[in-house]
Nanobody
Framework: QVHLVESGGGLVQPGGSLRLSCAAS????????MGWYRQASGNQRELVAG???????NYADSVLGRFTISRDNAKKTVYLQMNSLKPEDTAVYYC????????WGQGTQVTVSS
């Protein structure tokens, strides 16, 4: 059974940075697409960034140039470096691993506010 645990969220001022981490357990880590999603209050969950097992990233237009996704297969961890944060980036951020049934973490709150 696979589990995902996110960390690194918090309160940051506009223009600041945060680095989210998602630690995975289980034996199918290397073969899976990993993604970071976010859900703001009253909104649907949306894909922010994803990365293939080969390390190829893709990003939502709203974060392109500001966020960077990466993965360390040896540590079974995927990261989301978030720079130049804006108030509209405020949301709960979730890590997801693709599988027959997608696996989700519990989420970590990111609040961008002065």
């Amino acid at each position: 059974q696979v589990h995902l645990v996110e960390s690194g969220g918090g309160l940051v001022q506009p223009g600041g940075s945060l680095r989210l981490s998602c630690a995975a357990s289980g034996s199918f880590w290397r073969a899976n697409f990993m993604g970071w999603y976010r859900q703001a209050s009253g909104n649907q969950r949306e894909l922010v960034a994803g990365i293939t097992s080969a390390g190829s990233p893709n990003y939502a237009d709203s974060v392109l140039g500001r966020f960077t996704i990466s993965r360390d297969n040896a540590k079974k961890t995927v990261y989301l470096q978030m720079n130049s944060l804006k108030p509209e980036d405020t949301a709960v951020y979730y890590c997801m691993m693709s599988a027959a049934t997608p696996v989700w973490g519990q989420g970590t709150q990111v609040t961008v506010s002065s």
